[in-house]
């Protein structure tokens, strides 16, 4: 496949690659996403999922929060995939600068990445909100329904950014100049809909941006290499088992 000739091309050349994904990239590693037809988003909650993944339902309605969050968001035991393999690999080798993911499940890191900007937070990571204290998954997923602090009894939330919250500043400046200074650009399994952080794709300048997607999404026109395809399978063909 000539599109895949292409790509392969490229990352051999690229010596400060980004790579920019989504849920797509975790799908593989048994993490549904929200937009497929296996996604969360069709499945019936008594409230839209965007609803309840938001700032207000987190402090007005905690505790269903935190059942949703727990049930529907949290994967202890998935692993890293093909995809998250072979992008820690190109790092390793020098292709690649950095991944600027909006996912939340810190596979990229699990998988070998150093460089990983988290735009959305991380659930291994959770926070008391009174005393500042760390907590990690485990905590949370063992306390009965909502998580609270062993030293001051406040709430213990997770370092997630929720739908009506902003991004962290520096993860934003970090991602924004790895993606300037890029020299590929590689968007995979995002459907580019979640938005501030779609739009960091918008910073990049070369002439090397590929979309590698299983469904089309709104950049595809302006790519300058799509492929629709599963992102585990479209790495590894490109680079190599990892
Ligand atoms: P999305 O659900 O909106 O879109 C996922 C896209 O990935 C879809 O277009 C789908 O066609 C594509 N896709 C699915 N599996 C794929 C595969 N194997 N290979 C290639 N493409 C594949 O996801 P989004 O754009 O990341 O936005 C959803 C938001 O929800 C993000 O903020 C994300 O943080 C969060 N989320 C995170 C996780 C996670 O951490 N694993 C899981 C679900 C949702």
């Known amino acids: 496949m000539e599109a895949l000739e292409t790509l392969r091309t490229w990352i051999a050349q ?28 069709k499945k019936k909650y008594p409230y839209p999922a965007e609803t309840m993944l938001s700032h207000s ?4 309605r905690t505790a269903e929060f935190f059942d949703f969050y727990k049930t529907v968001m949290l994967y202890p035991d998935a692993q ?37 900007y988290e735009l959305h937070g991380s659930v291994l990571r959770n926070t008391c909100e009174r005393c500042g204290e760390r907590y990690g998954l485990e905590y949370v997923m063992r306390a009965p ?19 009506e919250e902003s991004l962290d500043t520096d993860t934003v400046n970090g991602a924004v100049r790895a993606i300037r200074a890029a020299d590929l650009l590689i968007v995979g399994g995002t459907s580019l809909a979640v938005y501030p952080a779609a739009g960091l794709i918008d910073y990049y300048r070369g002439g090397r941006l590929v979309l590698v997607n299983l469904q ?25 088992e990892a």
């Open 14 to 41: 690229s010596r400060r690659a980004v790579f920019f994904g989504g849920a797509g990239v975790s799908t593989e590693s048994g993490i549904p996403d929200f937009r497929s037809d296996s996604g969360i988003y």
């Open 145 to 163: 329904g909502v998580p609270k602090c062993e030293k001051c009894g406040g709430t213990v939330k997770p370092d997630v950014v929720l739908y």
């Open 216 to 240: 089309p999404t709104p950049a595809d026109s302006h790519a300058d290499l799509v492929i629709h395809g599963k992102i585990g399978e479209v790495l590894t063909a490109a680079y190599g």
């Open 80 to 116: 890293p995939n093909a995809a998250h393999r072979v992008l820690a690999k190109m790092e390793r080798d020098g292709h690649l600068a950095a991944c600027v993911t909006q996912n939340i499940d810190g596979l990229h890191q699990k998988a070998g990445s150093r460089t990983v």
């Open 57 to 60: 339902f987190y402090v007005h």
